[in-house]
C-alpha cells in the first residue's frame, strides 16, 4: 500500500467512509476489484489508522495508495450540510476527479449529498442540461438500462433526448452492445400518447443518429419484458418503477418462500425445484445490479448501495472500470455533437425549469 503523494493517472477514487459498514466492506470490495482489475490503480480516501489496518491482510495493496481525512458525511445529513464539509472522505474523492488525479469516483455513502457534490464540485458535461442517474435492470430478456432514476422530478425534451444518447452509450459500455434499443417510457405505445415533450423527444430522437435504434413508446410492462435495451424516462416516473419492480421481486420472493415452508409437500417440492430456484437466485441477485451511475458530468460518478456487501460493492467498482476504459464520457460528447450539429438541439445549454429530486436511491 502506497502512502506517497499520488501523481495523475489513478483509475478510480474510492470513498472508503462512505455506507453502512464502511470502511471493511469497502476494502474487501477493492480487493475483489482488483482481483478482475489487474492494471487498476485506486486512490483510496478515509481513515489512515482504519484502512491501514485493514489493507494489512490484502493481497492487492499495492493497487491501493491511501490519502487520510478523519471526516465522514454522515447517511442522515442534509445536503446543506454535506456541502459545507470541505475535508470528507466523499468531497475529497469528487475533488480528486475534478482535479484530474482520478477518472472517476465510487461511493457508497448519502445519496444526496453524492449527487449534489458532484454536479457542483464537477459540473456537467458541455452542451448536457441536466445530469441522469442511470442503472442496469433484469428483464425477461436480459439486462437492460433504464434512465433518469431520481436525479430530476421534472424533464423537458432536450433531457430526454440527452438521457437517449446517454443511456445508449451506457448500453454499449457495460452491457456490450453494439446498437441497443431505445424506448421511451409511456401511457401507451400509440404516436398520438403522452404529453408534447415525450413526443417531442421522440421525433428529435427518430431524426438523429441513434433514430435507428428507437423502437418508440413503451409502456411499465416492458420494462420487466425487456422490450428495449434502454428504458428513458423522467426521474420521477423512473424512481417509482425503479421502486415498484424491486417491491414485486421482493413480494414474489416472500411468497414462494412461504409456499415451500408452509407444509411437508412444500419442503419436498423445493428440493426438487432448488436447482432451478438457485439459477433465478442469481439471476436478479441485487448485488450484480449495484452501481447507479450519474451521467452526464464531468467525470465518472457511481454510487454503490449503502447496504451492499462485499460483492455488491466490487460490482460498483467494475461499472465503473467499464465507463472509464470505454471513454464514456467522450462517447457522450461525440453522440451529443451529432444531434447538435444536424440542428435538433440548440446549441446552447437549455435551461429547464420545474422542481428536481435531490436523492435517488
Known amino acids: 500500500m502506497s502512502e506517497s503523494t499520488p501523481s495523475p493517472g489513478f483509475h478510480l477514487a474510492i470513498d472508503a467512509m462512505g455506507g453502512d459498514r464502511a470502511p471493511q466492506i469497502v476494502v474487501q470490495g477493492l480487493e475483489i476489484a482488483a482481483e478482475r482489475h489487474p492494471e487498476a490503480r485506486f ?35 442534509k445536503v446543506a450540510a454535506a456541502l459545507r464539509m470541505r475535508n470528507a472522505s466523499m468531497r475529497l474523492a469528487i475533488e480528486s476527479v475534478a482535479e484530474g488525479e482520478a477518472a472517476g469516483v465510487v461511493s457508497a455513502g448519502n445519496s444526496g449529498a453524492l449527487l449534489a457534490l458532484a454536479k457542483v464540485v464537477l459540473k456537467t458535461l458541455p452542451g448536457i442540461d441536466r445530469p441522469a442517474m ?47 434499443t431505445i424506448g421511451l417510457l409511456n401511457v401507451g405505445s400509440e404516436e398520438q400518447k403522452g404529453d408534447d415533450r415525450i413526443r417531442e423527444a421522440a421525433e428529435i430522437i427518430r431524426d438523429s443518429h441513434i433514430g435507428p435504434q428507437f423502437y418508440g413508446f413503451i409502456e411499465g410492462h416492458d420494462i420487466g419484458a425487456g422490450t428495449t435495451d434502454v428504458v428513458v424516462t423522467d426521474g420521477f416516473t423512473g424512481n417509482v418503477a425503479l421502486k415498484t419492480g424491486e417491491g414485486a421481486l421482493k413480494l414474489i420472493g416472500d411468497l414462494l418462500r412461504q409456499v415451500f415452508t408452509s407444509s411437508l409437500s412444500g419442503r419436498l417440492a423445493y428440493m426438487l425445484a432448488k436447482p432451478g430456484l438457485d439459477r433465478l437466485k442469481e ?73 428536481r429530486l435531490a436523492a435517488a436511491r
Open 134 to 180: 442511470a442503472a442496469v435492470t433484469p428483464s425477461a430478456r436480459g439486462d437492460l438500462v433504464m434512465l433518469d432514476l431520481g436525479a430530476n422530478v421534472y424533464c423537458d425534451a432536450r433531457n430526454l433526448v440527452e438521457f437517449a444518447v446517454m443511456g445508449d452509450v451506457f448500453a454499449r459500455s457495460v452491457l456490450g452492445l453494439t446498437a441497443p
Open 283 to 355: 439471476w436478479i441477485d441485487p448485488r450484480r445490479y449495484n452501481g447507479a451511475v450519474l451521467v452526464g458530468l464531468n467525470g465518472v460518478v457511481v454510487k454503490s448501495h449503502g447496504g451492499t456487501d462485499a460483492q455488491g460493492f466490487a460490482h460498483a467498482v467494475d461499472v465503473a472500470m467499464d465507463m472509464v476504459v470505454h471513454r464514456f464520457n467522450e462517447r457522450i460528447r461525440e453522440g451529443l455533437g451529432r444531434i447538435v450539429a444536424a440542428g435538433a438541439l440548440p446549441k446552447d445549454q437549455g435551461k429547464s425549469g420545474g422542481p
Open 43 to 77: 486512490l483510496v480516501i478515509g481513515n489512515e489508522t482504519e484502512l491501514r489496518m485493514l489493507f494489512q491482510s490484502s493481497k492487492h495493496a499495492a493497487a491501493c495508495t491511501v490519502r487520510h481525512t478523519p471526516d465522514v458525511i454522515g447517511n442522515d445529513m
